[in-house]
């Protein structure tokens, strides 16, 4: 993929999704500066055989301080930064009625509002790394009405929208903005209260699997994930951008 001695920040990704995707990018030869505030997590992240291209980091990317200091750090090691992946995120699950307004202020400053942050404070030196290339991590469900999914859907659709302005105003730039969107992943995020998993609940079978509203039979693992995020920051896809890969096993295609 083009990918081998490049640089990548990926944040969020002491686990799930971001974890595997940092993984892939340091396989396929990346500098990877696996970002997430939680650090302790971050060492669990780590790949066997991790080496100097491995590089945890800890940041909030709801506070600008803590990512300017980490873009700092990169622009003061390599000079150069020729991928970002913004993957962090938190889930919310209310009903309208029960509505917290400060954790939905909560979620949509970690989901849509990080994203944009790290964009701001790392474009100079992503700028200076082009031919280059942004990824946002957004949902499906940012892509349809859902109940007691208000904030997470709502920062999850502005992503994908802010995905499309950044890709038209960047490209000039050399930059390229996409975003995958994962439908049903197997990870954390998808567990009950109990610890179990939400896929294995009798509602989800009897919706999505009895009934064929999940066409491959079964949700994806965040490998699934990992392999499009690698392809859309590589040279492969460098006539792609503005778009949003939907990787859902086929649900969308059932609406």
Known sequence: MNLAGKVVLVTGAARGIGAAISVRLWQEGMFVYAADIDEEALAGAAPAGADERWIPAGVDITDRGSIDR???????????????????????????????????????ATNLDGALLCVLSALELIKASAPSAIVNIASIMGMAGLRDAIPYSTAKA??????????????????????????????????????????????????????????????????????????????????????????????????
């Open 70 to 108: 980490l873009i700092a750090a990169i622009g003061l090691r390599f000079g150069v930064l020729h991928g970002l992946v913004n993957n962090a995120a938190m889930l919310d699950a209310s009903l309208l009625a029960e509505l917290d307004y400060d954790r939905y202020r909560r979620v949509v």
């Open 158 to 255: 502005g992503l994908i929208n802010m995905t499309r302005n950044l890709a038209v105003e960047l490209a000039p730039q050399s930059i390229r903005v996409n975003a995958v969107a994962p439908g049903f992943i197997d990870t954390r995020m998808a567990r009950l209260a109990d610890g179990s998993s939400e896929y294995a609940t009798e509602e989800f079978r009897e919706v999505y699997l009895k009934h064929r509203r999940l066409p491959l039979g079964h949700p994806g693992t965040a490998e699934d994930i990992a392999g499009p995020v690698a392809f859309l920051l590589s040279s492969d896809a460098r006539y792609i951008t503005g778009h949003t890969l939907v990787v859902d096993g086929g649900v969308t295609a059932t609406y």
